[in-house]
């Protein structure tokens, strides 16, 4: 179906596109699209939010936190936000590749669309809060991964103290 999908095949052809991801996928009708980009940013946000816990709880039991992430990546913990985003943060670098306050608004989305169908989202509404106190704090242009930020202030400790 996705390769005689005439959408598809466009935007294949598309050389503006091509910059644009790894792969296309056809998901469905006219609207299935912002539900699998829905989707997508409840798991980014939950990585966000994990890791940043995992980087501060780590630090402040006394653990290495470049340790901790270079011992679970290896095994079931292992994702592309593990891969990428710790380095950068443990480099101070805090500045945008995906805006935290464009994971609030695209946590508005999911929660919107899980309210509409009457999906229960506890864990995205828990992470959304997370986004909302970056805002909050004055961090919304920083990178989503910066939502460590806020749990050093609720921990009391930063990963590179």
Not at 10 to 20: E, L, S
Not at 45 to 66: I, N, Y
Not at 91 to 106: E, I, S, T, W, Y
């Amino acid at each position: 179906m996705e390769a005689s999908c005439p959408l598809v095949s466009r935007f294949r052809a598309c050389a503006g596109c091509r910059g644009m991801g790894q792969s296309v996928t056809h998901v469905g009708e006219a609207g299935a699209g912002q539900v699998a980009k829905a989707a997508n940013q409840i798991m980014v946000a939950a990585q966000m939010v994990a890791m940043g816990e995992l980087l501060v709880f780590s630090k402040k039991a006394g653990v290495d936190p470049r340790k901790v992430v270079d011992a679970i990546k290896g095994g079931a913990a292992q994702c592309w936000t593990l891969d990428v985003k710790p380095p950068r943060l443990f480099d101070g670098n805090r500045n945008p590749g995906f805006k935290a306050h464009m994971q609030l608004k695209d946590m508005g989305i999911v929660l919107d669309t899980a309210k509409e169908y009457d999906i229960p989202v506890s864990s995205a509404e828990e992470h959304t809060k997370f986004f909302k106190m970056m805002i909050e704090q004055g961090m919304g242009e920083l990178d989503n991964s910066a939502v460590v930020g806020v749990i050093e202030k609720l921990a009391g400790i930063g990963i590179l103290d």
